[in-house]
């Protein structure tokens, strides 16, 4: 008895093969979409700490140049800052603030004052992220206002 060959391209070479183009494309769709997706969400966290430094640093600017004391006014500024972090989805230990006034008389009518938000923002769905402080960027936004002439 005699057996016929069979090249590959006919249909009893490609039985063997049925079924693996459904694995093959899930595997590679898995590998080459992950990657897309993981940069997309870390490109919104970005996106989202560049809004939130200046808007933390344009409320605290406000704040700052508000009436009152002196120490009420940096404590003001912070909750400010913590504030419009908060509305972004990051923690207020994320940041720091630094205030500079020109001249250094900060509560001198006419005083510019300019308060500078610092934000490092941490990568997405990284596990012990914050033990590790891996950061996506580090973010700074600055914002000025004129104080009032007349405190």
């Known amino acids: ?50 809004f939130a430094v200046v808007g933390a ?20 500024a ?6 419009a972090l908060q509305d972004y989805g990051f923690a207020p230990g994320q940041a720091t603030m630094d205030v500079v006034c020109i001249p250094d008389d900060c509560a001198a009518g006419g005083t510019a004052v300019t308060v500078t938000v610092h934000l490092a923002v941490p990568l997405p769905l990284v596990p012990f992220g914050d033990a590790l402080r891996l950061e996506a960027a580090s973010l700074s936004s600055s914002a000025t206002q004129i104080a009032g002439r007349f405190p």
């Open 1 to 50: 008895m005699r057996r016929a060959r069979t090249s590959p391209g006919t249909a009893a070479g490609i039985a063997g093969e049925r079924g693996s183009a459904v694995v093959e494309f899930t595997f590679l769709a898995l590998l080459l979409m992950l990657p897309v997706v993981y940069f997309v969400v870390t490109m919104a966290q970005l996106q989202g700490g560049s």
């Open 57 to 76: 640093a344009d409320q605290a600017a406000k704040v700052y140049v508000s009436e009152g004391p002196l120490e009420d006014r940096t404590t003001a």
């Open 78 to 83: 912070g909750q400010a800052v913590a504030a």
